[in-house]
């Protein structure tokens, strides 16, 4: 099947669908500038090789959403978005405009603390978190005498982000699946999905019998299984899709 004809079938299972769940990795993010992990020049692909990570172009904190995070706001938008499930720690989804109620961040995000005992989230300036002073806050780290606490409860404050052997947030993961769960369309953006838990959510939705579109540069262990696959660059697929989607929701 030739790309167009595989981004319109694409497009008419998204514009007929009820609750389509839009789960990403890394491979959405390269386009503002930061690095996948298992793409031909990742983070893992060139540690592997003996290289290190390529320097970012820019610091973190100007780091951008791109043309694909705005397509995923665009879905919403058009009231075709039912749930954002996403592995990324850089923020963008919710700098472009997804909000927090309609995303899962299974792996945190680098912008926020979380209480461990009332879950609460907070950004580290609300938690008079200072790094310099404290460290990144990660839960592994010793906790220190005099270091803030949860302004809602006194509870201990980390790091949202989740680090090899962490486990996830619970809540964020127990409403992952039952969304996966329940969808009609599971579309994945930019991960080889292989990172569990959070890779285990296409099959949750295969098994409930949901059309499965894999979009991403590189193998996944869905490949076989999924009912679309591209390996093309996601600003080539996803803002077609999302923009024929448009036009058949028009012409309704």
Same mark, same amino acid.
Request: glycine residues 8%; charged residues 30%.
């Given at each position: @099947?030739?790309?167009?004809?595989?981004? !319109?079938? $694409?497009?008419?299972?998204?514009?007929?669908?009820?609750?389509?769940?839009?789960?990403?990795?890394? %491979?959405?993010?390269?386009?503002? %500038?930061? *690095?996948?992990?298992?793409?031909?020049?990742?983070?893992?692909?060139?540690?592997?090789?003996?290289?290190?990570? +390529?320097?970012? +172009?820019?610091?973190?904190?100007?780091? =951008? *959403?791109?043309?694909?995070?705005?397509?995923?706001?665009?879905?919403?938008?058009?009231? =075709?978005?039912?749930?954002?499930?996403?592995?990324?720690?850089?923020?963008?989804?919710?700098?472009?405009?997804?909000?927090?109620?309609?995303?899962?961040?299974?792996?945190?995000?680098?912008?926020f @603390?979380?209480?461990?005992?009332?879950?609460?989230?907070?950004?580290?300036?609300?938690a008079?978190?200072?790094?310099?002073?404290?460290?990144? %806050?990660?839960?592994?780290r010793?906790?220190?005498?005099?270091?803030? +606490?949860?302004?809602?409860?006194?509870?201990?404050?980390?790091?949202?982000?989740v680090?090899?052997g962490?486990?996830?947030?619970?809540d964020?993961?127990?409403?992952?699946?039952?969304?996966?769960?329940?969808?009609?369309?599971?579309?994945?953006?930019?991960?080889?999905?292989?990172?569990?838990? $959070?890779?285990? @959510?296409?099959?949750?939705?295969?098994?409930?019998? $949901?059309?499965?579109?894999?979009?991403?540069?590189?193998?996944?262990?869905?490949?076989?299984?999924?009912?679309?696959?591209?390996?093309?660059?996601?600003? !080539?697929?996803?803002?077609?899709?999302?923009?024929?989607?448009?036009?058949?929701?028009?012409?309704?």
């Amino acid at each position: @099947m030739e790309l167009e004809e595989k981004i !319109d079938l $694409a497009a008419k299972w998204i514009a007929e669908s009820e609750r389509l769940i839009v789960f990403t990795g890394a %491979g959405i993010s390269t386009a503002s %500038g930061l *690095p996948d992990y298992r793409g031909p020049d990742g983070v893992w692909t060139r540690r592997d090789k003996g290289l290190s990570p +390529k320097p970012l +172009k820019v610091p973190w904190d100007q780091v =951008k *959403p791109n043309l694909n995070h705005y397509a995923v706001v665009n879905l919403l938008k058009i009231g =075709k978005l039912d749930y954002v499930i996403s592995q990324n720690v850089d923020g963008l989804h919710v700098k472009s405009g997804i909000p927090f109620e309609m995303l899962s961040e299974l792996h945190g995000n680098q912008y926020f @603390m979380k209480c461990l005992d009332c879950n609460k989230k907070m950004t580290f300036e609300d938690a008079g978190w200072d790094k310099n002073k404290w460290g990144p %806050g990660y839960r592994t780290r010793p906790v220190r005498k005099y270091q803030p +606490k949860c302004p809602h409860c006194g509870g201990r404050i980390i790091s949202s982000i989740v680090n090899f052997g962490d486990p996830l947030p619970y809540d964020e993961l127990e409403e992952s699946i039952k969304r996966s769960e329940s969808a009609d369309v599971f579309f994945v953006v930019g991960s080889s999905l292989v990172v569990t838990p $959070a890779a285990n @959510m296409p099959d949750y939705a295969r098994r409930s019998g $949901a059309k499965l579109i894999i979009l991403n540069k590189g193998d996944t262990p869905y490949d076989n299984v999924c009912d679309l696959r591209f390996d093309d660059l996601i600003e !080539d697929v996803l803002p077609p899709i999302v923009e024929k989607v448009k036009q058949i929701l028009k012409e309704k």
